[in-house]
């Protein structure tokens, strides 16, 4: 269904920007399986050479203008449900971080690894209750909600959380 959209998604990649329509990045899965994410790409080709990992921030120059719609209705994830057909992924679960990051944040924040007990989600709690974070602090209080998600896990929730998510990508509304 969604086909000739993500067509037109891709030729917009392709006209504003060199290099390839899909990012492919490693994350750590459930139980700290490394797996590559896949995305439609939002930064341009170069991003981060020279600077290694960086969170991205507001008005990050390294995004595209089409990269910039991209992010803000969410259409950049829709590739990862090849993540989820794969197994590497669920529809809900914590968002999957760079092992840089998870090494990084294990050392600094207390139980960041329990997050690792479940599949990662393209969508989950915390990205609905809470904003992009780019600090440690933020990933310490996006944290507890992805506990919350990991000792609350149940469909009822899965469902509550889809449903938020189709009120933040179909009307801007949320987190």
């Known amino acids: 269904v969604g086909f000739p959209f993500f067509a037109l998604i891709a030729l917009a990649i392709k006209l504003e920007s060199r290099g390839s329509i899909f990012y492919r990045q490693e994350r750590v899965g459930e139980v700290g399986k490394i797996f590559r994410l896949l995305k439609f790409r ?3 080709e170069w991003a981060e050479e020279g600077s290694g990992p960086m969170w991205a921030t507001t008005n990050d120059p390294r995004v595209t203008r089409i990269g910039r719609f991209l992010r803000g209705a969410r259409l950049d994830e829709f590739p990862q449900i090849v993540n ?3 197994g590497d992924m669920s529809f809900v679960g914590p968002r999957p ?3 840089h990051f998870v090494a ?9 690894t329990q997050r690792l007990s479940v599949k990662p989600g393209i969508t989950g709690w915390a990205q609905i209750r809470y904003s992009y974070g780019s600090t440690v602090e933020d990933a310490a209080q996006k944290l507890e909600y992805d506990l919350y998600y990991v000792k609350n896990m149940s469909i009822f929730l899965d469902l509550l959380i889809l ?4 009120q933040v990508v179909l009307f801007g509304r949320g987190a």
Do not use: D, G, S, W
């Not at 944040?105 to 960041?112: D, H």
């Not at 449903?163 to 189709?166: D, G, K």
């Open 42 to 44: 939002t930064m341009y």
């Open 84 to 86: 989820v057909l794969k």
């Open 97 to 99: 971080e760079r092992p």
């Open 104 to 112: 990084m944040l294990q050392e600094r924040i207390p139980y960041y």
């Open 163 to 166: 449903f938020n998510t189709a």
